[in-house]
């Protein structure tokens, strides 16, 4: 019975680890994606503007414009439980996982323009903190999972090879070429 119970509290962690780094994936990229989109539309300067904004709220007056969009996403969130709750399960959690992320990108985006004014409160400092050594434990958490599932692509391209008899390696080494580049541009 205590095997149990352990082997649910690891899943438990083990699925909010993973959760956790998904929304910090999707921080990291969101923030670039919006960069880079406003660069696209021309945007720069009035991103310029709102840095300039920024620069002359108080560190209070910035924490509020950086959490506004958790916030507004609100109504679109009691729209997605209404959906849920008239039967239209997938359409409801669309939408709130739509909204979600939307504001989890916007925020993202805001945090890069607003982090020195942020910086200046102590307790958005200590959260802050708490945040990545969170993201730490994820990482630290996954890890093993994540260089087992490296390991089986790794074997599985190597009998893919051997069944269609590529030439030894080439499709292991795009695999890892593809790879090498992610982690580049992670770590970028």
């Known amino acids: 019975m205590e095997d149990w119970k352990r082997r649910l509290r690891e899943a438990f962690w083990f699925t909010l680890a993973v959760l956790?780094?998904?929304?910090?994936w999707l921080w990291d990229h969101f923030r670039d994606?919006?960069?880079?989109?406003?660069?696209?539309?021309?945007?720069?300067?009035?991103?310029?503007?709102?840095?300039?904004?920024?620069?002359?709220?108080?560190?209070?007056?910035?924490?509020?414009?950086?959490?506004?969009?958790?916030?507004?996403?609100?109504?679109?969130?009691?729209v997605g439980f209404e959906w849920i709750a008239h039967g239209h399960v997938f359409a409801?959690?669309?939408?709130?996982?739509?909204?979600?992320?939307?504001?989890?990108?916007?925020?993202?985006?805001?945090?890069?323009?607003?982090?020195?004014?942020?910086?200046?409160?102590?307790?958005?400092?200590?959260?802050?903190?708490?945040?990545?050594?969170?993201r730490a434990w994820a990482a630290r958490l996954v890890a093993p999972f994540k260089q087992r599932v490296y390991d089986t692509?790794?074997?599985?391209?190597?009998?893919?090879?051997?069944?269609?008899?590529?030439?030894a390696g080439s499709l292991t080494r795009s695999v890892a070429r593809m790879r090498e580049l992610a982690r580049q541009k992670r770590s970028a």
Not at 20 to 24: D, G, K, P, R, S
Not at 38 to 53: D, I, S, V
Not at 153 to 167: L, Q, T
């Open 92 to 134: 409801g959690l669309l939408a709130i996982l739509l909204v979600k992320t939307l504001a989890l990108g916007v925020m993202s985006f805001l945090f890069d323009i607003c982090r020195d004014k942020l910086m200046q409160i102590d307790r958005f400092r200590q959260i802050y903190s708490v945040v990545l050594e969170i």
């Open 153 to 167: 692509a790794d074997a599985m391209c190597g009998r893919i090879e051997a069944f269609i008899g590529v030439e």
């Open 20 to 24: 956790f780094l998904v929304e910090t």
């Open 33 to 78: 994606w919006l960069h880079d989109l406003g660069r696209a539309l021309g945007l720069e300067r009035y991103e310029q503007q709102f840095k300039n904004f920024v620069a002359t709220l108080s560190p209070l007056k910035t924490l509020a414009i950086f959490i506004a969009p958790a916030f507004a996403i609100v109504p679109a969130k009691l």
